[in-house]
């Protein structure tokens, strides 16, 4: 009989702790998907503006640095912020790190643009649906040389949108199903050949889309050699 009680209490705990942790897991679901909100669904739904707008923030925009630190307070998903002269950058709740990986940029009280972290599913497919091609794509080598892998930037002047995108640097390979990793809001050019003008420093050649697959050929165009 003692043996009896103390299984079905057993079961009791394992039944309560079992709905206590769907609940938890549902908040936490729930609470992910708040971040996400002022991440990548306006991207593609222009809740609560469309790009190049981020929460209600433009650039061009004349704005206080008071006011972007009081809107990151406010967001669920931001972790930590800091205010570092004309630039304000965040790290995201589900990295919880001192990687402060979002930014904005502001000239004299101007915003001229806003870099975010993706991390959730958007993919290159999306972008594309959305967007169309690329008006000029970077396809690069980057990050430290023991940790190499090929950048593949998209860029939409007009729009004043710029998308990043992280492959293997043994395998460059690009599909429909590329995740976005990065995004990059900026005032957008008001020509095409104004906009080449401007990046010609730091990005003289303008290349188009190069289509899905191996970029291993498009990574040699640019002077790198692939494995």
């Avoid at 995201?92 to 991390?119: A, G, H």
Wanted: contains cysteine; proline residues 6%; hydrophobic residues 40%.
């Amino acid at each position: 009989m003692k043996y009896k009680q103390i299984s079905r209490q057993m079961i009791i705990l394992f039944v309560i702790g079992g709905i206590g942790i769907v609940f938890a897991g549902g908040w936490l679901y729930t609470e992910y998907q708040k971040s996400q909100a002022g991440v990548a669904q306006g991207i593609l739904t222009g809740i609560p503006c469309a790009p190049p707008c981020w929460q209600n923030i433009t650039p061009g925009d004349s704005i206080e640095t008071d006011a972007i630190t009081s809107l990151l307070e406010t967001l669920p998903g931001v972790f930590d912020y800091r205010v570092r002269g004309g630039m304000i950058d965040w790290s995201w709740q589900w990295y919880r790190s001192n990687i402060y990986e979002n930014s904005i940029y502001l000239n004299k009280q101007v915003v001229e643009s806003i870099t975010l972290k993706v991390d959730t599913k958007l993919t290159v497919e999306q972008i594309l649906d959305k967007y169309g091609f690329p008006e000029a794509t970077d396809i690069t080598l980057a990050g430290l040389p023991e940790h190499q892998y090929v950048l593949v930037r998209l860029f939409y002047p007009l729009q004043g949108v710029t998308f990043a995108v992280r492959l293997s640097k043994q395998r460059p390979l690009l599909k429909p199903t590329t995740q976005i990793f990065e995004i990059q809001y900026t005032i957008p050019a008001e020509s095409l050949a104004s906009w080449k003008t401007s990046v010609a420093d730091w990005l003289p050649e303008h290349n188009l889309w190069p289509g899905y697959g191996d970029l291993c050929d498009e990574l040699e165009k640019n002077g790198f050699v692939c494995p």
